[in-house]
């Protein structure tokens, strides 16, 4: 019976690590979107997210995603960047919302080492924005997105209460 009693506890060990599932990243799905602000950076991953978007940039695979929102104060030009700021393959996609069309996208930004990525918009200011941040044929791992623009940007004497 020892035989049996070891398969048994493999078996039961097989069954206990299965049924454990992996912590998603809080934006994984396209409705809990993280809030991005204007001339700011966030840290994100892709490590156990999963698929819920689609882009022309990767029309043959269902990589991992995350979400981000933006809506910014001014309309103006708004560039979305994990250029060389990613563990891997990187892709942008701005959507006009979610499970919305598909504005623009860019996977390999110009100047960006590694595959990184980055991608710069005319938008419309007090307009909401969806970020999907998803890996190349299916690539994961951690990345900084950083945002420039959207907001007016002044001196740091810019008001009452910073007068020089």
């Known amino acids: ?3 049996c009693t070891k398969a048994f506890s493999i078996l039961a060990a097989i069954a206990t ?4 599932a992996a912590a998603q990243p809080a934006n994984d799905l396209c409705a809990d979107a993280i809030v991005l602000v204007s001339n700011s950076s966030e840290n994100g991953t892709l490590i156990d997210a999963t ?6 940039c990767d029309s043959s695979f269902m990589p991992a995603d995350v979400w981000y929102t933006f809506t910014p104060e001014l309309s103006g030009s708004v560039t979305f960047s994990t250029c060389n700021a990613a563990s891997f393959d990187t892709a942008l996609s701005l959507q006009a919302g979610c499970g919305g069309g598909e504005i623009d996208c860019n996977d390999d ?4 080492a590694d595959f990184t990525s980055s991608l ?21 791992g951690t990345f900084t997105l950083t945002i420039t623009g959207g907001s007016a940007t002044g001196p740091d004497n810019d008001d009452c209460g910073s007068s020089t």
């Open 1 to 3: 019976m020892t035989g």
């Open 17 to 20: 690590c299965a049924g454990t």
């Open 51 to 56: 698929s819920d978007g689609v882009s022309a």
């Open 109 to 112: 930004g110009p100047g960006c």
């Open 120 to 140: 710069t918009a005319e938008l419309v200011g007090g307009v909401q924005y969806w970020v999907r941040v998803f890996g190349y044929e299916g690539a994961v």
